[in-house]
T-cell receptor, first 108, second 112 residues
Framework: DAKTTQPPSMDCAEGRAANLPCNHS???????VYWYRQIHSQGPQYIIH???NNETNEMASLIITEDRKSSTLILPHATLRDTAVYYC?????????FGTGTRLQVFP | DAGITQSPRHKVTETGTPVTLRCHQT?????MYWYRQDPGHGLRLIHY???????DKGEVSDGYSVSRSKTEDFLLTLESATSSQTSVYFC???????????FGQGTRLTVV
């Protein structure tokens, strides 16, 4: 799997956009970028994934740079319930390997 | 949880005893995964399966075995539980690369 680098923690004010960066400089042309999050001790939850183009769904937007070496997950209006650990992964095999992610704290 | 059910949800067992955790899915996922999660380590892949009777090791497979005799069930076995295997275990299923993975709610295992 392509190695990903994420900041260990970030803060965001409630109502503001949360922008979570991920570096994946060794990504190959056919590898997807996935984002998951884990709220407290629950099972991880899929958020979004993309290959080349920017993607948006009801939860978030994913912005992938043109060279695909980095991406940003955007939560447009963060709420307290978005406090979680966010994982960026780039699997290139059947294995699904998670790193340590970014702990996002949304404060009132 | 999108059709991923783990059982039991909580278990306390003694050192040296065998333990089997079950993951059941109803979505016909081809791939299934077992992870453990410990404080400070995030999710670590134990074993995964890419089809019935097809399994492979993950990052931390020592002391664990798995079996998948049918699509719906993926079993994780600790042949002789040790205190270091006290952890929260998560199961997941997916259709493979390009698809999303769905996770169960976890099994909290305590080995005393």
């Amino acid at each position: 799997d392509a190695k990903t680098t994420q900041p260990p923690s970030m803060d965001c004010a409630e109502g503001r956009a949360a922008n979570l960066p991920c570096n994946h400089s060794t990504i190959s042309g056919n590898e997807y970028v996935y984002w998951y999050r884990q709220i407290h001790s629950q099972g991880p939850q899929y958020i979004i994934h993309g290959l080349k183009n920017n993607e948006t769904n009801e939860m978030a937007s994913l912005i992938i740079t043109e060279d695909r070496k980095s991406s940003t997950l955007i939560l447009p209006h963060a709420t307290l319930r978005d406090t979680a650990v966010y994982y960026c992964i780039v699997p290139n095999t059947d294995k699904l390997i998670f790193g340590t992610g970014t702990r996002l704290q949304v404060f009132p | 949880d999108a059709g991923i059910t783990q059982s039991p949800r909580h278990k306390v067992t003694e050192t040296g005893t065998p333990v089997t955790l079950r993951c059941h899915q109803t979505e016909n996922h081809r791939y299934m995964y077992w992870y453990r999660q410990d404080p400070g380590h995030g999710l670590r892949l134990i074993h995964y399966s890419y089809g019935v009777k097809d399994t492979d090791k993950g990052e931390v497979s020592d002391g664990y075995s798995v079996s998948r005799s049918k699509t719906e069930d993926f079993l994780l076995t600790l042949e002789s539980a040790t205190s270091s295997q006290t952890s929260v275990y998560f199961c997941a299923g997916s259709g493979g690369l390009g698809t999303e993975a769905f996770f169960g709610q976890g099994t909290r295992l305590t080995v005393v």
